[in-house]
């Protein structure tokens, strides 16, 4: 990778020149979308085509992950073309663009749970807090202390969002020191529990504390990182170790679902592996999303020949319009589960929510790319 000198300070260039852009970037966080999308919905059967049920991660790792490698993309080549104040003004713009997207979402979400008329979606959707106290509730909303189901990843990327100037800052000065504070801090959390307190008991189900990990090592791997894993990339040894540990944890998972699979497991390697914490991003999901990024950039080509396939680019354009997306998303998953208790819960129901919900999803991406092109000049998306 190479770099500049700025102000007597390492400035890292890991923006991509002209008009190309890695797309494999965009495809996965539109995939995570589509996954999240489906998985969000209650009880849907087409949730077994997603990660969720075959592994210990799911899509929101992947979305995490490729978030920070974004960010260190987009960052990265600001810092050395405008320099540290650009960087805080515009992290902080950006910080402020998904709390403001949460407080929109949640206000929405509220709105449709009330006009959906069943108090039984309370539970569901963890809003009886607020129907029943709607004062206190809306405080600790503004404080992003109070999430409902699905709102709850916004609080998170905000406040990575927000301290990723100093992340940039440890990067550059030192990637492999940044990569250790950050390891020692997942660690922290793993031992110690640190979290961050909500309301009106526990934590925040996606602690920043821990999902901090992530989001840092893929900002590593858009700078330094990426040549450094060059050479491990190409070992057999840790190929075949991903695919064990993969085919291990596939096993694990389906006997989630599969009751004699379970039967299967022997009693240590339960007491060994479990729990499999999801809001402390335990080390077995961890792992296990690391040995998939493996596969997938061992085997999946940064460039592809010919022209973008249209189902490729219905992903690409999702993963360009990542927040908004999202938002749309979990209005969405909690209507098609209205449509689901209401109307029919039937396979045929099921996959008409699912198929139509990405066919709007894209179709919201794609008017906003198209909007985007034409309201600022900059590089062409693909």
């Not at 969002?161 to 997942?186: D, K, M, N, Q, R």
């Not at 022209?307 to 969405?332: D, F, H, Q």
């Not at 991406?365 to 309201?375: N, Y």
Request: hydrophobic share 55%; with cysteine.
């Amino acid at each position: 990778m190479l770099t500049n000198k700025v102000n007597s300070g390492r400035v890292p260039i890991v923006h991509l020149g002209g008009d190309r852009r890695d797309l494999r970037l965009d495809a996965c966080r539109g995939l995570a979308l589509w996954f999240i999308y489906i998985d969000h919905i209650p009880d849907n059967a087409f949730a077994w085509l997603t990660l969720r049920n075959y592994g210990f991660s799911d899509a929101t790792e992947v979305f995490v992950f490729v978030s920070g490698y974004t960010c260190m993309l987009a960052y990265g080549g600001m810092l050395r073309e405008q320099g540290w104040l650009t960087i805080l003004a515009r992290s902080l713009r950006r910080s402020f663009e998904i709390y403001a997207a949460f407080l929109l979402l949640v206000i929405a979400y509220l709105a449709l749970i009330w006009v959906s008329g069943r108090s039984a979606y309370f539970d569901t959707t963890n809003t009886r807090f607020f129907f029943e106290n709607p004062g206190p509730a809306l405080t600790h909303i503004v404080l992003l202390q109070y999430t409902p189901v699905n709102t709850d990843i916004l609080p998170t990327f905000a406040l990575l969002h927000l301290a990723f100037p100093l992340v940039l800052w440890l990067l550059i000065s030192s990637a492999t020191l940044a990569l250790a504070a950050s390891l020692l801090l997942y660690l922290m959390v793993q031992i110690y529990g640190w979290s961050i307190p909500a309301w009106p008991s526990g934590e925040l189900y996606f602690n920043p504390l821990a999902w901090q990990m992530l989001f840092v090592f893929g900002a590593w791997c858009a700078d330094q990182g990426g040549l450094r894993l060059k050479s491990f990339m190409r070992s057999s040894a840790l190929l075949l170790l991903a695919a064990i540990y993969l085919a291990f944890s596939l096993f694990i998972a389906l006997g989630w679902q599969i009751e004699p699979l379970q039967n299967l497991v022997p009693d240590f390697v339960s007491r060994l592996i479990y729990p499999i914490n999801k809001s402390h991003l335990a080390p077995l999901r961890l792992l296990h999303f690391l040995a998939l990024a493996f596969l997938v950039s061992r085997f999946v080509p940064a460039e592809s020949d010919g022209p973008v396939k249209p189902w490729t680019a219905a992903l690409i354009r999702c993963g360009e319009n990542s927040l908004p997306i999202y938002c749309v998303s979990v209005l969405m998953s909690f209507t098609a589960f209205v449509i689901l208790t209401r109307l029919s819960g039937g396979l045929a129901m099921q996959a008409a929510v699912s198929v139509s919900g990405i066919m709007l999803l894209t179709l919201i991406a794609s008017v906003l790319t198209w909007e985007a092109k034409r309201d600022r000049r900059g590089p062409k998306l693909f």
